[in-house]
């Protein structure tokens, strides 16, 4: 499996994610944090997440293998 983050800004007022971050544009707008597993096998995704765009990628990762456990893999 291979995992992905990518931070994106967004104009919604709606997206309870959305938080002051920082992203490599500097648009100063809310960013979320977008977390993607993939199968490297397959070469698919095999779940996406979003999380608080303000988290440090450290964080982001352990939430990340936390909920990997509903997939009851032996090594993620």
Do not use: W
């Not at 988290?55 to 456990?69: A, G, H, Q, Y």
């Amino acid at each position: 499996m291979a995992f992905h983050s990518t931070t994106i800004s967004t104009y919604s007022l709606s997206q309870s994610e959305a938080r002051r971050g920082f992203n490599k544009d500097g648009d100063g707008l809310n960013t979320i944090k977008l977390l993607t597993l993939y199968s490297l096998k397959d070469r698919e995704p095999l779940a996406v997440a979003k999380q608080p765009g303000n988290l440090p990628d450290v964080i982001s990762i352990e939430n990340t293998l936390k909920r990997l456990k509903c997939f009851s893999l032996s090594a993620p």
